[in-house]
């Protein structure tokens, strides 16, 4: 059946030629067939295996010697110590005034902290258990993300490896702060998405297939988006680590809007855009519904007793608390006040940096020091430097640009996908920045990390193969091969750079000199 053919309506079943049928099934286009074609649900055995072993070794990383160093690094004197409250009170506390603690962030990161610490006890294996597991997850999720989208056990592999040799996302799986939870919820958001736009696709498909003929009539199929409601319950748990997740709601909804669309186009529905913009507009709704009721279960612990901050508020102040809608009124002031304290936050801090650094790790954080190790050195140093693998974050900004250029040269969704996510995780902090010199860490861009990666992925695909990808059978192009010596060196190089800054990575003690030669931006990375 070739493109031109029409789409015509096939009889099926043991009746003779000619005869009629109870069933009729349409023949879709092959172009339309192809424009909604998707990853078919199906056992992968080469992907899954890449997909084991770099989780395993990812995990091995993350994972070993985790205890280590002994005591609190950085804001561990925060977050472990309210984890291990909540399991007592069920709210953060303040020990010195035996009542309940003012905190400005939500609880969930803290009690999947608590989780650990209730398997392993108030110690250090406790607390960064889970954040080591959190980081180990991420790139799982992101290689069977990759996979998705490219349909390429290579370039899947590719982003499981970069993800694994990164120093950032090392330091922050290896420590007991909120951001790796907050990059596991928003990147597993972000897979219920490219999960549900596949299955729109194919219902798509499989209605057409059915006999449905968009030119008859206005209507169109009903598609209930499960992985779409998925996602809004994921969203709303990344926001109950931190609200900095809400930066990316406008641009995830607007790629679900544009897949919608686009879907309907490719199924030539007339006026795609309007056809469905209703039904597109009512599920975001519901997914924003479940994601505020997801949002709010991470509160459980506030609302059950009544000891939380600002629980009794209203009637603390003389004003009417109903049951349910007091509570949730005083979650309210509790938002507004947490809310008032982040946008005054300038208070200057050494490790601070602005968003227009972070790429170029102008100003990386240090979590841990120690110059009193022994090494066998005259002088010695032990340190936990939050520093991205260099050579890979370096090539984070010239492979946003090139993603733009193969993103409108290709008219690719993906490019589009992965560029949105990049712009989520920085743009806002760039407003912030600007208008009200907020006090920011580098570590504010770890939501960002997968979509960067997945941008470096993306070239490095673009440059292995032609634009139409590679046909089945045929040989390999002077240019592909160029292309894949190209994208294997560069990882080989990534991974030579990784095992060079493994010790500042953690905590390594070692020559002062040694660790000095590492510090390549000099008083910038001190």
């Not at 939380?308 to 049951?323: D, K, T």
Request: some cysteine; glycine content about 8%.
């Amino acid at each position: 059946m070739t493109t031109a053919t029409a789409e015509t309506d096939l009889t099926t079943g043991d009746s003779p030629a000619g005869a009629e049928s109870s069933r009729s099934v349409r023949v879709v286009p092959d172009l339309v067939r192809r424009r909604l074609s998707t990853l078919d649900n199906r056992l992968e055995p080469w992907s899954w295996l890449v997909t084991a072993v770099i989780t395993l070794a990812a995990g091995i990383l993350r994972l070993a010697g985790v205890d280590k160093p002994k005591g609190y690094i950085f804001d561990e004197v925060y977050y472990p110590t309210d984890a291990w409250d909540m399991l007592q009170h069920g709210v953060e506390w303040d020990e010195k005034t035996n009542g309940p603690a003012y905190v400005v962030h939500p609880p969930l990161g803290k009690w999947l902290i608590a989780l650990g610490e209730q398997i392993f006890g108030n110690r250090e294996l406790g607390w960064r258990f889970t954040a080591a597991i959190a980081g180990t997850l991420m790139i799982f999720i992101l290689i069977r993300v990759a996979y998705r989208m490219f349909h390429s056990t290579v370039l899947a592999g590719m982003a499981g490896l970069l993800m694994t040799l990164d120093g950032f996302q090392l330091v922050l799986s290896r420590t007991a702060l909120l951001d790796i939870f907050l990059g596991l919820f928003v990147l597993l958001t972000f897979a219920c998405m490219v999960l549900d736009r596949d299955h729109y696709r194919r219902r798509w498909r499989d209605e057409l297939a059915k006999g449905f003929d968009p030119a008859a009539t206005h209507r169109i199929p009903k598609i209930v988006p499960w992985w779409l409601l998925a996602s809004g319950a994921f969203f709303g748990l990344a926001c109950g680590v931190k609200w900095s997740a809400l930066f990316f709601a406008p641009f995830f909804a607007a790629l679900v809007i544009a897949w919608r669309w686009q879907a309907r186009r490719s199924a030539r529905v007339r006026g795609p855009f309007v056809a469905g913009i209703l039904g597109d507009f009512g599920y975001l709704v519901l997914s924003f519904v479940l994601s505020i009721i997801f949002y709010l279960a991470t509160w459980t612990g506030w609302f059950v007793t009544d000891t939380g901050y600002f629980r009794h508020y209203r009637e603390a102040n003389g004003l009417s608390e109903p049951p349910i809608l007091g509570a949730l009124l005083n979650l309210m002031h509790y938002h507004s006040e947490a809310y008032n304290f982040h946008s005054g936050l300038t208070e200057k801090h050494v490790y601070q940096s602005w968003p227009w650094q972070w790429l170029l790790l102008g100003r990386p954080v240090a979590f841990y020091w120690n110059g009193n190790g022994n090494c066998g050195a005259t002088s010695c140093a032990a340190e936990i430097l939050l520093l991205g693998t260099p050579l890979l974050w370096w090539s984070f900004l010239p492979a946003l640009f090139a993603l733009v250029w193969f993103g409108i040269a290709r008219r690719d969704w993906r490019a589009y996908a992965i560029f949105a996510g990049s712009m989520a995780g920085l743009l806002p902090w760039f407003y912030f920045a600007v208008k009200d010199g907020r006090t920011m860490f580098s570590f504010y861009v770890m939501p960002g990390l997968p979509f960067l990666i997945l941008a470096v992925v993306y070239v490095l695909g673009a440059i292995m193969t032609p634009p139409g990808g590679m046909t089945v059978g045929a040989a390999r192009t002077d240019r592909q091969l160029i292309g894949t010596v190209v994208a294997a060196t560069y990882i080989v190089l990534v991974a030579l750079c990784f095992a060079y800054f493994y010790p500042v990575f953690v905590g390594k003690t070692m020559p002062y000199d040694d660790w000095s030669i590492r510090m390549w931006l000099g008083s910038r990375w001190i």
